[in-house]
Every structure is written in structure tokens, then in C-alpha cells.
């Protein structure tokens, strides 16, 4: 799946995916996630509760600047159909961004990781357990270590979106 923001200051979430025995292995046609950003999307695969195949899609919103999400459960015929968008809880701290956020389904647990560029400029992330048609998220932290310039206090800092990435089962990188 492949995902971008509309034009404008606050576009629309468009995607296309592409699956092997779908389409004759063409690309689908555009389809729209609901809600609208300031910055890129973001987009991750897992299997959800019910055993259905699902997408999350995660963006800022672009007057609030907090994370959002939808979970889109695919259907055998190549449609997606998505949850009604809804911002990270308020139990998840400081959730206020400018950039876009990234997401990761690790191979070594049924979580979902999302980060952010949060206050401070740190980098932010939650962690969420799969529920139903939803997730049950963590408080956010900022991700521990040195800071990497002199501007940047007490943790790692980002001026954009940082990237996750799982190097072996149960190790993320931000």
C-alpha cells in the first residue's frame, strides 16, 4: 500500500495497493482514507483480532496537529473498508505534532508502534495492543538515550518524521 496527502494545505488521504491475484497484479484503483492532513500518511499491515487481514493508517491532522488513525479491514474482492477516524486517546501525552508520524506491526509481538516528532522536538512514540476494530494504546514516552545536538535536551531530538524499523525480533529502531 502506498499513501499520500491531497493537495492543498489540508488534503484529503488517498492510497493504492497492490496484491498478487488482485487486479491481474495491477495497481487498485485510488481509494480515500476518511479525514484529511497537513503532512504524509503513514500506513501499516497486520491481522486484526477477527483474523481479517488490516491496515492502519495514521496522520496529523491538519488544524489540531494530534495523530489520528483508521483501521481498515480488506475484503477478498480488493476493497478496504475503513473505521470512522479518530485521534489518539487523551491518555496518549503530548500527541501534538507538525510532521507526520510513522508506524510499525513488529514480527515479534501483536503490537503496533507509532512515533512522532512531539514537543521539544523528541521523538515520541506509543505502543498499541490490537482490540476489535481499534487499539488500546500506551501512554506516549519520549524514546531514552543522548541528545544528538546542543539545542536538544535530556533525549533524542528530530526536525521531521523519524523512521521505525525492527532489526531482529524485538529490537526497534527510531
Not at 502506498?2 to 492510497?15: Q, T
Not at 489540531?64 to 483501521?71: M, N, V
Not at 506509543?126 to 543522548?146: E, K, L, Q, Y
Request: glycine share 12%; aromatic share 10%; hydrophobic share 35%.
Amino acid at each position: 500500500i502506498v499513501g499520500w496527502r491531497g493537495r492543498g494545505a489540508s488534503g484529503g488521504i488517498h492510497y493504492r495497493y497492490k496484491v498478487p491475484g488482485l487486479n491481474k497484479g495491477h495497481w487498485s484503483a485510488v481509494g480515500k482514507v476518511p479525514g484529511s492532513t497537513s503532512s504524509a500518511p503513514a500506513f501499516g499491515a497486520y491481522r486484526d483480532p477477527f483474523g481479517n487481514l488490516a491496515v492502519l493508517a495514521v496522520w496529523t491532522g491538519p488544524a489540531d496537529h494530534h495523530i489520528w488513525i483508521s483501521q481498515g479491514e480488506t475484503h477478498a474482492n480488493g476493497t478496504i473498508h475503513w473505521s470512522a477516524a479518530t485521534v489518539l486517546p487523551k491518555t496518549v501525552d503530548d500527541t501534538n505534532t507538525s510532521s507526520g508520524p510513522s508506524v510499525l506491526f513488529p514480527n515479534h509481538a501483536y503490537r503496533v508502534v507509532i512515533a512522532w516528532r512531539g514537543p521539544a522536538n523528541h521523538v515520541r512514540f506509543t505502543v498499541g495492543v490490537p482490540h476489535r476494530r481499534t487499539f488500546i494504546f500506551s501512554d506516549s514516552r519520549a524514546v531514552p538515550g543522548p541528545h544528538v545536538t546542543a539545542h536538544c535536551k535530556d533525549a533524542p531530538c528530530t526536525g521531521n518524521t523519524p523512521a521505525l524499523a525492527e532489526v531482529k525480533a524485538g529490537t526497534i529502531y527510531f
